[in-house]
């Protein structure tokens, strides 16, 4: 029972350090919107002092038309007039806040999304791109609501309660005491309460991840699908993955229901409490008739403030169980372009007297693997060489032109680019940019033909793009189809054969004109005869300065 107990203890302590952690990641968002955010609380804290002043005026109000005093007519007007400034206000702070939240979910978007992209390959492709995309929208519009809404929110319940607090105290402690009575249980759950809160929000947002991630790998490899005829088994298998989530969200909203009826029916109490004091005051003549309206009215805003602050505590613990899952992506390492600047020196030097490609020791172990993928590997290509890495599938010859690109690092050795009069650099995302790649399999993205040509050159022109297709042997395909280089190709070239699709790439590569070509199994869907036209129009002597 012991070890239980403080199993627990310390299962809330790192759950606390946690959310610290993460607001704290927030608060850099917040810091940068302060200005917005602040107006906002302004609205809010004048809205509610108006509320308050409200209820106020309306006892005197109340009063003066019992009594029949001539004062009413300015009572009322001064009821009307605090209504309509809280409308005035409230609409004021909506079209403040949706201008600051469109700012702020844009910014996060834009942050993730970059992370996403500059994070190391092998520490990203640990993430599926389907949950990738979960967080990248899911999780950020969750964070950008709270980063707008939660500490407005806070202020203005805080402020709301310390007003109805000190209104009640002025006229009756003791009724200030029941209002509160409701506030000891309601602390002692809170701890149970955001351990729930933490799980239930994170076993939802991992399944919703799963989902998003079956449905768009399904979506993505239709064609393979309906072609071994297992359409039904996916459809079968998405609906298990959605029984699973529907399990997930029932059992959250049955506590969530729990927990607000609990809480209602300490709330219902505590309001009845109130009512029988207020009664009770009013018959032994204690208070008017306007009192008693008053404190009913500011006693239901004690208790619904103090609700609605432990109501913030789920918003709060699930906005920063999102926030989490960002920070697990921004945290990320990222690739900074360190060697830029000599980078580009190599480049333009390579231009002119051609570039030196060294491998030398090189081993490499993936780490969710048990054997080394590459031991010891060390070869050299001068400018103007033709190298062809041979071997059987699974040797490591795709995992060498990734070391190449700088898309991971090795284990041990060096990968270095070297150019007369420069000097040289080892194999990083600075030097990516001295290299071009034709990966294995379809490379394509929707758009036209032309854009996906432009992605490595986007200020070529319809006269090279034409060169680059000539040389990859698809110039008379390309230029046979009713809209030319605008031909709109689909989603990964669904309206492209695979031979078609490669030759494309090769294209766009030969159409960045790097002094390094890298070609990863670049025939391997094209016939016969357009590989032995290919390779011929490739290894001709106009581009024998360059090393592939």
Same mark, same amino acid.
């Given at each position: ?21 993460e ?6 968002? #917040?810091?940068? &919107?302060?200005? /917005?955010?602040? =107006? !906002?609380?302004?609205? %809010?804290? +004048? ?22 005093s ?6 009322a ?46 520490? #990203?492709g640990? &993430?599926?791109? /389907?949950?990738? =995309? !979960?967080?990248?929208? %899911?999780? +950020?519009s ?9 500490v407005?929110?806070?202020v ?86 959605l ?44 208070i ?13 805003t004690?208790?619904?403030s ?30 900074n ?18 570039i ?9 172990t ?8 590459l ?8 400018p ?16 060498l ?9 090795p ?29 294995q399999?379809?490379s ?6 032309a854009?996906?040509?432009r ?11 034409l ?6 042997d698809?110039?008379?395909f ?13 989603e ?33 869907a ?22 592939y």
């Amino acid at each position: 029972m012991d070890e239980k107990k403080s199993e627990n203890k310390g299962f809330s302590f790192r759950l606390l350090r946690e959310l610290k952690n993460e607001w704290k990641w927030m608060f850099g968002y #917040i810091k940068q &919107y302060r200005l /917005g955010i602040f =107006v !906002n609380v302004i609205f %809010g804290f +004048v809205g509610v002092i108006m509320g308050l002043g409200s209820g106020v005026a309306s006892k005197y109000l109340i009063d003066d038309v019992i009594s029949q005093s001539h004062t009413f007519v300015r009572s009322a007007a001064l009821v009307i007039c605090l209504a309509l400034f809280q409308i005035i206000l409230q609409a004021a702070a909506s079209r403040v806040a949706s201008n600051v939240g469109a700012k702020v979910s844009s910014e996060v978007r834009g942050d993730v999304f970059s992370h996403m992209m500059y994070a190391r390959v092998e520490d #990203i492709g640990k &993430y599926h791109s /389907g949950e990738l =995309v !979960n967080r990248l929208e %899911g999780d +950020v519009s969750a964070v950008s609501e709270g980063i707008v809404g939660l500490v407005p929110n806070t202020v203005i319940r805080v402020t709301q309660f310390a007003g109805a607090l000190i209104i009640v105290l002025y006229y009756d402690p003791v009724m200030a005491g029941l209002a509160l009575l409701s506030a000891p249980v309601m602390f002692l759950c809170s701890r149970h309460m955001m351990r729930m809160i933490r799980k239930y929000n994170t076993e939802s947002r991992e399944m919703n991840g799963r989902i998003l991630s079956f449905g768009e790998e399904a979506v993505q490899n239709l064609q393979t699908v309906k072609a071994f005829g297992i359409t039904r088994d996916y459809v079968s298998k998405f609906s298990l993955l959605l029984g699973q989530y529907r399990k997930v969200r029932v059992d959250k909203d049955k506590f969530s229901i729990l927990t607000t009826l609990c809480f209602s029916a300490i709330g219902l109490a505590v309001s009845y409490s109130c009512y029988g004091w207020s009664v009770y005051r009013l018959w032994n003549g204690a208070i008017t008739y306007g009192t008693m309206t008053l404190f009913l009215q500011i006693c239901s805003t004690l208790t619904s403030s103090f609700s609605a602050m432990v109501g913030l505590l789920p918003g709060a613990v699930s906005v920063a169980t999102s926030a989490g899952r960002i920070m697990e992506i921004t945290n990320l390492d990222c690739e900074n372009d360190s060697d830029g600047r000599v980078a580009k020196e190599l480049e333009k030097e390579a231009r002119v007297s051609g570039i030196t490609l060294k491998i030398e020791g090189v081993s490499f172990t993936y780490k969710d693997a048990t054997a080394a993928t590459l031991c010891e590997v060390g070869m050299t290509a001068s400018p103007g060489d033709v190298v062809a890495l041979v071997g059987p599938s699974g040797e490591g010859k795709t995992t060498l032109l990734r070391l190449i690109l700088g898309l991971m690092e090795p284990d041990c050795g060096t990968i270095t680019f070297e150019a007369e009069g420069v000097g040289k650099l080892c194999a990083s995302d600075s030097t990516r940019r001295l290299c071009s790649y034709v990966p294995q399999g379809n490379s394509m993205f929707s758009g036209t033909l032309a854009d996906n040509l432009r992605l490595v050159s986007p200020d070529a022109t319809d006269e090279e793009l034409l060169e680059a297709l000539e040389i990859a042997d698809i110039k008379d395909f390309v230029m046979s189809l009713p809209d030319g280089l605008m031909t709109s190709v689909g989603e990964r070239g669904l309206r492209l054969s695979e031979g078609q699709s490669q030759r494309i790439a090769i294209a766009r590569a030969v159409l960045r004109k790097s002094p390094v070509l890298l070609m990863d199994e670049i025939t391997s869907a094209l016939d016969h005869e357009t590989e032995a036209v290919f390779l011929k129009t490739l290894c001709a002597p106009i581009r024998a300065e360059c090393a592939y």
